[in-house]
Nanobody, 121 residues
Framework: QVQLAESGGGLVQPGGSLRLSCVAS????????MRWYRQNPGKQRELVAS???????DYADSVKGRFTISRDNAENMVYLQMNSLKPEDSAVYLC???????????????WGLGTQVTVSS
């Protein structure tokens, strides 16, 4: 019954900004790491950014200095602030999180369905 849902994608000009949001819902006991991936047709899914429970972050080299991942544990949310966007950033962005559902003994990776980001003039 637990799930992830992304929002905030859209069309933006090069150099512009977007903020993506992802909310975890359902009967959730706990959340550990949360991540943003992106993928394009015919290409391998790539890890963009990750954040641990205590707020430690990591980024792909291609987005370092431009993107910022953050989370709100009280609201079961993770965000991706994207600045100085480039056409190469265009992709479907997917939320990923390690969730422990109520009644389960461990944490399991869950995926959202994705939100489209298009960077173009």
């Amino acid at each position: 019954q637990v799930q992830l849902a992304e929002s905030g994608g859209g069309l933006v000009q090069p150099g512009g900004s977007l903020r993506l949001s992802c909310v975890a819902s359902g009967d959730i006991f706990g959340i550990k790491s949360m991540r943003w991936y992106r993928q394009n047709p015919g290409k391998q899914r790539e890890l963009v950014a990750s954040i641990t429970t205590d707020g430690s972050t990591d980024y792909a080299d291609s987005v370092k200095g431009r993107f910022t991942i953050s989370r709100d544990n009280a609201e079961n949310m993770v965000y991706l602030q994207m600045n100085s966007l480039k056409p190469e950033d265009s992709a479907v962005y997917l939320c990923n999180a390690d969730l422990r559902p109520v009644g389960e003994l461990g944490y399991y990776a869950h995926w959202g369905l994705g939100t489209q980001v298009t960077v173009s003039s």
